[in-house]
């Protein structure tokens, strides 16, 4: 059971997020588009890791919170794709909220072992914990779900969440090539 704060935090959330993705305009890029991933890290294995070592490639930088139901679904969606999406080259990085916005929750590995395990061996995708430097940067609203899709030299290209609802986007933005503008 819900306490009333928690659902109205739900609610201010969803109506935040549903009135512009109806009107077919959600857009969580704080600044316009394309700009330059920041310079920030992740723990994967106790390791501090930097986003700059994915460079060269396309990928998708996924915040997640352990405990969101959209993360969940888009994780069991992303996971039926995955064959179209490793044929492609494309990498999914798969991180979770620092702290797991407050709430208790496996870490990002122990969330693919729940809803994906067979990601877990999946050679395209990597896990790893936000660093406290890496949410004030990418997600200052704590937002449960956010993913940024990243080209070849490092720019973001789109910002969005639930990957269950644009997966079009996502599958697009993997097919293309540098050379056909980047943005999907």
Same mark, same amino acid.
């Given at each position: 059971m819900m306490c009333a704060k928690t659902r109205g935090l739900a609610l201010v959330l969803l109506v935040a997020l549903a009135a512009p993705a109806a009107a077919g305009m959600l857009d969580l890029a704080d600044r316009p @588009?394309?700009? $330059?991933?920041?310079?920030?890290?992740?723990?994967?294995?106790?390791? /501090?890791?930097?986003? /700059? /070592?994915? !460079? *060269?490639?396309?990928?998708?930088? #996924?915040? +997640?919170?352990? #405990?969101?139901?959209?993360?969940?679904?888009?994780?069991? +969606?992303?996971?039926? /794709?995955?064959?179209?999406?490793? !044929?492609? *080259?494309?990498?999914?990085? @798969?991180?979770?909220?620092?702290?797991?916005?407050?709430? $208790?929750g496996p870490d990002a590995r122990g969330f693919a072992h729940r809803f994906a395990p067979k990601l877990l061996d999946a050679a395209n995708w990597r896990f790893g914990e936000a660093s406290a430097q890496m949410k004030q940067t990418l997600n200052p609203r704590q937002y449960p779900d956010v993913y940024f899709l990243v080209d070849e030299r490092g720019r973001v290209q789109a910002v969005s969440t639930a990957p269950t609802a644009t997966l079009d986007r996502i599958l697009g933005f993997a097919r293309a090539t540098d050379a056909e503008g980047g943005a999907p």
């Open positions: @588009l394309p700009y $330059p991933m920041p310079a920030v890290t992740f723990t994967s294995g106790e390791q /501090a890791r930097s986003l /700059a /070592a994915f !460079e *060269g490639r396309r990928y998708m930088l #996924w915040l +997640v919170s352990t #405990w969101c139901h959209t993360c969940i679904a888009s994780l069991r +969606v992303m996971d039926k /794709a995955n064959d179209r999406l490793a !044929e492609q *080259g494309f990498t999914i990085v @798969l991180v979770r909220n620092h702290d797991n916005d407050g709430a $208790p």
